[in-house]
Each structure stands twice: as C-alpha cells, then as structure tokens.
C-alpha cells in the first residue's frame, strides 16, 4: 500500500524553567529557562507516529518548507505553560497538486497555516478515494467526498451545521470522555495522568488510520488510537510513540 500524508508541519519547542518571583516593572512571572527540548509537530507528527507505528510502509511526506515554530514556557515542577509564542506562523501554499503520484491513501493534516486551500483539498478527496482530514478550517462543500473526518468536540460544535450532510465517517474526540462515532461513544479503557495535551490528537489519528488499513475496522481503530493518545498525553512535550 503506497500512502501520502500532506499538511503544515512545524517546530514544536518546549522551555522549561522556574517562576519564583514577579517581575517588578509589570505583574508577571519572572522565567528562569532550565532545559528545552524540540520536536517535529503537526503533520510532520502524524507521519512520525505512523512511520514509528508502521516501519516497512511506503509513506511519502509533503510539507512547507518554512520553519514554523511553536516555543512553549513551561513551568518545571507543575508543567503547567505559562506562554506560548508561534514564529513564522504562515507557510506558503502547495502548487504542485497536479503532479501528485497514485497513492491508495491520502492523509491531510491540515492546521489552517496557507500550505493547503479549500480546493487543493476538494481536488485531494475527489482524486483520491480513500482520504483522511484533520483540519482547522471551517469545513464546507469541499469537505463533503472525504472518507473520514477526525476532528475535536470543540471544533465539531463550530462545524456541526456545515457537516449534516457529509455522507463519510465523522470521529469526534471529546477528551477523557472519549469518542465519538456513530451516534456511539467510545469511552478510554483506562483513566490517563495527563502530562501534556500536545500533539496527542496527531497522535490519535495516526493510530486511527494505522489501525484502520490493517483492519478495516472503525472501532478497533478508535479503540487503538485511543491507547496511542493516552501513552502521548503522560508524557512531556510532543512525543512518538513506539
């Protein structure tokens, strides 16, 4: 099986440090920085993960080739972000959709930053007839010829109206309550410690479409990839699972 996974990628950097006083020239906690660690983040997460899930896959990547990068300010002893701050936070947009290759799967991890429009996905899903996204845009009529759709309980709510007649297989993550498919929710088969939140909903869709091609299975995958986000989510920073 040959796959394409195509989206915005970025640098996702973590500072960690201490806060023991204020500043005196503004109320605001002074940041002592104490170690920093960097990872690949968004798309480049989603093929992270399946390339570490699925070693001897044929996987091909395509993405911006700006540098956009994402510094968090953690506080050290309760992980708790104080500030994140995002450089060079647009990329600009793909232009070569025509020469895409055959492939039996298409993966968009679309994270709103210009690398993909409203059309180069509709020309994706059309093209291609088996398609997976995760976007951060509005979702409409291009949308509407994707095989499935992975996206969060917050962003769901704001496209519920535009998604009734999306006809494919809509999965909604709502945290520790779950997942939602079919009219079903899928609770976790355990309760997580949450270190960090970042780049677990990556995580989770690279586990869905891993399981997915293997089975066939929508809730095998949903089960599957909820055990891959509860593993990213007790672990610091953005993180591959294994």
Known sequence: MKILIIGDSCIDKFIYGECNRICPEAPVPVFNPISSTKNEGMAKNVFNNLKSLAPNWDIDFITNSNQIIKTRLVDIKTNQMIVRIDDNDKCNRFTDLNKLEEYDAVIISDYNKGFLKEEDIKYITEKYPLTFIDSKKIFGEWVMKSSFIKINQPEYEKNKENLINYKG????????????????????????????????????????????????????????????ALKAVEKKGVVVIK
């Open 169 to 228: 297989q809509l999965i909604v993550t709502l945290g520790e309550k779950g997942v939602k498919w079919n009219d079903i929710t899928y609770p976790p088969s355990r309760q997580a410690e949450v270190s960090d939140l970042s780049g677990a909903g990556d995580t989770f869709f690279a586990g869905l479409i891993y399981e997915y091609l293997k089975s066939k299975s929508i809730t095998k995958s949903i089960t599957f990839a909820q055990d891959c």
